[in-house]
């Protein structure tokens, strides 16, 4: 059963501060991870991806992956009440058109 | 460009009617899919296709019938559907190839079956 877990949340930060989203994964087979953010009634929207071990920027958003340890994290630095939204952390398995196994997300308070 | 279109936004419908979910998009991407979102759930993956060739079906009913009648266009037929069917529908489609390969959705038709 290949899973992807994350913490449900709600996680809440305080406006300006660094909010950190977890997200492990059972099979060492996957090789493209994706982070989605959705706000409440809205579909998904693409906020990284990351296929390489260590860290990639953009921005105010920083994904961090660790195939040894299988673990993807993604950092929001400088929060804004906008960000508050469920985030969805995404594994795909191989490359080609291969689905994507999707965590239950991370709910996200960034509180004025 | 990474637009995907959804029609209609909303939809309601009884158990004993016909009805269409309509998704386009002119990116040139390959592979388009079915997702069904339950409320604080994440997408379930309904259908996949690649070449306009269906790839996958998760098991999904029979009453929830794909049709890719060209490379720019995903329906999804709707019929006979009961009340837990109602969620929001995503479409999806992807770009790139291998690590790079991206799925973008489109904003969604909410379902509501009475």
């Known amino acids: 059963q290949k899973e992807v877990e994350q913490n449900s949340g709600p996680l809440s930060v305080p406006e300006g501060a660094i909010a950190s989203l977890n997200c492990t994964y059972s099979?060492?087979?996957?090789?493209?991870f994706f982070w989605y953010r959705q706000y409440s009634g809205k579909s998904p929207e693409l906020i990284m991806f990351i296929y390489s071990n260590g860290d990639k920027e953009d921005g105010r958003f920083t994904a961090q992956l660790n195939k040894a340890s299988q673990y993807v994290s993604l950092l929001i630095r400088d929060s804004q009440p906008s960000d508050s939204a469920t985030y969805l952390c995404a594994v795909r398995l191989n490359s080609g058109y291969s689905t994507l196994t999707f965590g239950k997300g991370t709910m996200l308070l960034v509180s004025p | 460009d990474t637009e995907v279109t959804q029609t209609p936004k909303h939809l309601v419908m009884g158990m004993t009617n016909k009805k269409s979910l309509k998704c386009e998009q002119h990116m040139g991407h390959r592979a388009m899919y079915w997702y069904k979102q339950k409320a604080k759930k994440p997408p379930e993956l309904m259908f996949v296709?690649?070449?306009?060739?269906?790839?996958i079906n998760e098991s999904v009913p029979s009453r929830f019938s794909p049709e890719c009648p060209n490379s720019s266009l995903l329906n999804l037929h709707l019929h006979a559907l009961q009340p837990e069917d109602s969620a929001l529908y995503l479409c999806?489609?992807?770009?790139?190839?291998?690590?790079?390969?991206?799925?973008?959705f489109g904003p969604g038709t909410r379902l509501l079956v009475l």
């Open positions: 999806a489609s992807s770009v790139g190839r291998g690590n790079l390969e991206t799925q973008y």
């Open positions: 099979d060492r087979g996957s090789q493209s």
């Open positions: 296709y690649s070449y306009e060739k269906l790839s």
